[in-house]
């Protein structure tokens, strides 16, 4: 196994860019009429894409803890000279994330979203190219590409299915999105002025030699750079456009959405251990407190729009926001124990909320009997509730006469209640799911600065309790949020028909929440392997010295000057 | 020289700015073109103000950055127009889009309340 894996590597490393570039160049030489072998491409690269990454994974993991660091230079060029590609453990973890929830959202997308509109699954496809793009890639410049073709596809994901809160909502996403790729530019040229480099591993290796009077250029570099990916990770207050964006978004796109702040949150956990770490002179931990009280800002809005979100799909957003603010305030420790457990919970949530996207179609189309919007959610009132905020007709209130007690639950009823609770114990990390074992590493770790066992040694900051707290108090309002969205969907509403759920609708739902218990049951194994990427991120010496020996592949021997070309 | 280029930066920018918070999707989209020509000359300028530099390698001259304009921002600027002009371009299908189904130009696809 790990002799095969060798063999293929260091060329696997491109595998997770090329495969959906060729799936999606395939699709577009069949036309609408065969839209059926469209989606069949399309989840066969998703599942080869998935085999790909799992295979990357195993390959970082396999030299132990430190790991071991894939590059491959795709032009044959030295390292600081050319572009390069770079699987180390966060990239694969990040891949493997990313094809699972791309899978169930193609799986899901068969079922009935991919006839509204025309060219959904090259787009997905493409989509998922610029996604894999951005996590592989260890060239800045490389970087701003591979968020453009993301940021292209994603427009066209967006605005699939049409319709005018889809278009409005994607004015303004295309807008604030152009915005941050502008900043992008800016903060890259800027960088590309003061170091003379574009290349990651380069560029950490001269942030220590800058002279002291650029050193405010290389900061104020770096922060416009960090603002574009804030916009991207959703942080407050950059996030205004998200909502509304992954509410009206079709559910498969929602659902591979749910990645895409994770993207931004990648790229900053990225070269911000990267170029500022401990042992990085006057840059050192440069901007962490803007990071923290950013994550925590974040996190409060996140909660309080949960709070006062009245449909599913608002719920899911501002559960992908609150996620946002937990990961960024976490991550800004920079503390080995805290990252580790917060890349646990980075992966669970997401499940979580691609899993909760793809959900609350279900049940709103089970709940307005077939349409995706209600006719009287149109006009902008929340579900169940008239303009005036009374309950409408059809909601027992439990102050009503009749009793709910004595029928028979219907299999398909079951089954989207129990997957709203899955997601309710996900994203609230209430036990025993692995939502619940992530915000548990992340409290123990703010709890034990120096880990456990050294009980006393250092006081807890001021600003870790600030964290806890807020993990705690957004967990409860989330939960007082879901209960009341739980219980006016699947108890106090009656005289419903029965859902009917396709397979291909039922089944990704499952297997994203198979994933998490999977996630719970080996909580050992992956929290080791997400301690070990913490680590590894922390000192990343390693990864600049892999990138920076990569060879060239030598040129083929040229042929001999005598030697007969045949004519 | 560096006060042209940068005046003409930052007017560039500093109309794109107003116009992209201004409520009419053709301000809006003039307002990011702007922005991105700003960016676009920014990136240009980070290789450097040089007058007489040779911009291809030619004989007899040291091949350094000494004696040469630097090539790299001009590969980046080429990519950036490239990819600028295609977003905006899918930014005016967008606004379109939503100009026919709102029968309104304002960025929220309503008239504010007076």
């Known amino acids: ?567 | 020289m560096e006060l042209v280029l940068s005046l003409a930066i930052g007017v560039l920018a500093g109309s794109g700015v107003w116009l992209l918070l201004r409520p009419r999707t053709f301000q809006v989209i003039m307002g990011l073109s702007l922005l991105s020509y700003a960016v676009n000359l920014f990136i240009f300028s980070m290789g450097r103000l040089a007058i007489d530099k040779e911009p291809v390698l030619v004989g007899g001259v040291p091949a350094d950055l000494l004696h040469y304009a630097d090539p790299m921002p001009q590969a980046l600027v080429l990519t950036a127009i490239v990819i600028g002009f295609a977003m905006t371009a899918l930014f005016l299908g967008v606004l379109l889009a939503s100009r026919g189904l709102s029968g309104t130009d304002h960025v929220d696809g309503a008239e504010e309340a007076p």
């Open chain 1, 1 to 567: 196994m790990s002799g095969l894996l060798s063999q293929l590597m260091p060329n696997l490393v491109m595998v997770p860019i090329l495969l959906p570039m060729l799936a999606a160049a395939l699709m577009l030489l069949l036309s609408e009429r065969h839209r059926a072998w469209k989606g069949a491409i399309n989840i066969a690269a998703c599942a080869l894409g998935l085999l790909a990454a799992v295979a990357l994974l195993l390959w970082a993991d396999l030299g132990g803890a430190p790991g071991r660091i894939g590059v491959y230079l795709p032009a044959n060029w030295p390292a600081p000279f050319g572009i390069v590609l770079v699987a180390d453990r966060l990239s694969a973890l990040m891949l493997v994330l990313a094809a699972t929830v791309g899978l169930a959202s193609a799986l899901f997308s068969v079922a009935r979203w991919d006839k509204a509109g025309v060219h959904f699954h090259p787009l997905f496809q493409l989509q998922l190219m610029g996604i894999n793009g951005a996590f592989l890639t260890g060239d800045l410049f490389n970087l701003f590409v591979f968020f453009e073709i993301m940021l292209a596809a994603s427009y066209g994901l967006l605005l699939h299915g049409s319709g005018r809160p889809r278009v409005q909502a994607g004015l303004h996403y295309v807008a604030i999105n152009l915005a941050a790729s502008s900043l992008f530019l800016v903060g890259a040229a800027l960088l590309y002025g003061v170091t003379g480099t574009l290349n990651m591993a380069d560029l950490a290796r001269q942030i220590t030699q800058v002279s002291a009077a650029d050193r405010g250029l290389l900061h104020a570099a770096a922060a416009i750079l960090a603002v574009a990916f804030l916009a991207k990770a959703a942080a407050w207050p950059l996030n205004f456009w998200l909502a509304p964006a992954y509410g009206s978004a079709t559910a498969p796109v929602g659902g591979l959405f749910a990645l895409l702040t994770k993207v931004g949150i990648y790229t900053l956990l990225r070269l911000w251990t990267l170029l500022f770490p401990a042992d990085a002179g006057a840059s050192a931990h440069f901007g962490g407190d803007w990071l923290l009280y950013g994550g925590l800002a974040t996190l409060v809005f996140g909660a309080l729009g949960m709070l006062g979100s009245q449909r599913l799909g608002n719920l899911a957003s501002f559960g992908i926001i609150t996620s946002s603010g937990t990961l960024l305030a976490a991550l800004s420790f920079g503390q080995r124990a805290l990252t580790g457990g917060a890349l646990f919970y980075l992966l669970s949530s997401t499940l979580a909320a691609s899993a909760f996207l793809l959900l609350a179609d279900l049940v709103e189309r089970w709940r307005n009997a077939g349409a995706s919007v209600a006719p009287h959610e149109a006009a902008g009132d929340a579900p169940f509730l008239s303009p005036d905020l009374e309950p409408q007709e059809g909601l027992n209130l439990d102050d009503d006469e009749e009793a709910l007690i004595g029928k028979a639950i219907p299999a398909a009823t079951a089954f989207l209640g129990l997957a709203f609770m899955g997601c309710t114990l996900l994203i609230t990390g209430l036990p025993p799911l692995s939502g619940f074992i992530g915000k548990f590493a992340m409290l123990t770790a703010l709890l034990n600065p120096q880990g456990l066992g050294h009980p006393g040694a250092a006081p807890v900051a001021a600003s870790a309790w600030v964290l806890l707290a807020l993990l705690v108090g957004s967990g409860l309002l989330g939960l007082i949020a879901m209960t009341r969205a739980g219980i006016r969907h699947f108890w106090a509403a009656h005289d419903r028909a029965v859902p009917r759920l396709a397979l291909a609708e039922g089944l990704p739902v499952a297997a994203l929440l198979a994933a998490c218990v999977l996630l719970t049951v080996q909580a050992g194994p992956v929290m080791r392997y997400a301690q070990a990427t913490a680590d590894a991120l922390q000192a990343p010496t390693a990864y600049v010295q892999a990138v920076m020996s990569a060879r060239t592949v030598p040129n083929p021997p040229a042929p001999a000057p005598d030697a007969k070309v045949p004519p």
